[in-house]
């Protein structure tokens, strides 16, 4: 399952910048899609909440110091969108329309981190 942190609860979201203060989260899996929200507004409690619910790549548009203990305590990829300025709308439309889900990374510039 891949999800991603946005700051409201539509499809049209930017990604946001923040990842435990992030207002909701989306989650999709190729056969559904869902916004939740951030009731944990914590990025420890973030991870084991993502982790827990089965998030196997997370996309985010830029990395601190939490987001990177995706990848170390819950090997949860961290992978980067194709453009500079994402919108939720176009990072589903393209993992439902691709057969692989890292055609939604660009692997210049910015890289997936597996």
Same mark, same amino acid.
């Given at each position: 399952?891949?999800? $991603? ?9 930017? =990604?946001? =910048? ?21 009731? /944990? ?9 993502? /982790?827990?619910?089965?998030? $196997? $790549? ?21 992978? /980067?969108?194709?453009? =500079? ?9 393209? /993992? ?8 939604? =990374? ?7 981190? $597996?």
């Amino acid at each position: 399952m891949i999800a $991603t942190a946005i700051e409201i609860n539509s499809l049209n979201a930017p =990604l946001s =910048l923040c990842f435990g203060k992030a207002k909701y989260f989306a989650f999709f899996d190729g056969n559904s899609f869902k916004i939740e929200k951030n009731i /944990y507004k914590n990025g420890f409690k973030v991870s084991k909440w993502l /982790y827990e619910v089965g998030v $196997t $790549t997370f996309v985010i548009k830029e990395q601190g110091n939490i987001p990177c203990a995706l990848k170390g305590d819950n090997n949860i990829d961290i992978c /980067y969108p194709l453009t =500079l300025e994402p919108r939720l709308k176009e990072i589903v439309r393209i /993992y439902f329309q691709s057969k692989n889900k890292y055609d939604i =990374l660009s692997n210049s510039g910015y890289m997936n981190s $597996t």
